[in-house]
């Protein structure tokens, strides 16, 4: 078994759930070992959960399966290049590797454009879509202390 197979896996779970499940043509694995230890395709239409991408889905999924935050060790695969959300959640996740299939600016043939993000983080935040007011920075700091001197805390 190797990324290429896996990486078809992916283009079948999109194919799921495109067809069963009217979600946008998306899907993504994790492997831990040879083993697929999380799957998931698009479900924001069909949860009306706007952050419902397939690789979200297949690193819940994962974590839930592997009883942890963190995937280490993992390999993500993804039929598609992942947008800036799930890239960030991949990062937070931690897996070891990412192979993808289509290019992002593939998925915008598609109707699925992503690069609209891209470029909003490239903007100053005062120049972006929607407003961001920053307020109360003490206040909020405050928090943070009180994480810092907490002695339960489980850093990640
Ligand atoms: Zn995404």
């Known amino acids: 078994m190797n990324d290429d197979f896996f990486l078809r896996q992916t283009f079948q779970l999109a194919r799921e759930g495109m067809t069963t499940n009217q979600g946008g043509p998306f899907g993504s ?5 040879g083993e697929i230890v999380g799957r998931g395709y698009n479900q924001v ?3 009306n959960d ?3 991408h397939a690789e979200v889905v297949a690193i819940r999924d994962a974590c839930r399966n592997l009883g942890t935050f ?3 060790g993992c ?3 993804a039929s598609c290049e992942p947008c800036p959300m799930c890239l960030g959640a991949i990062y937070w996740a931690r897996p070891s590797r990412i192979v993808y299939g289509a290019f992002h600016s593939d998925a ?3 109707g699925f454009d992503d690069q609209f993000i ?3 983080l490239d903007k100053p935040r005062e120049d972006r879509k929607i407003p961001m007011q920053q ?3 003490e206040e909020a700091n405050a928090v943070f202390q009180e994480w810092v001197a907490l002695e339960k805390r489980i850093p990640y």
């Open 135 to 137: 307020r109360l920075r």
């Open 75 to 77: 390999t993500l695969y």
């Open 45 to 47: 239409t069909s949860t």
């Open 118 to 120: 891209y470029e909003e």
């Open 50 to 52: 706007p952050t419902a």
């Open 29 to 33: 694995l994790v492997v831990r070992d």
């Open 108 to 110: 915008a043939g598609a």
């Open 70 to 72: 963190q995937l280490e």
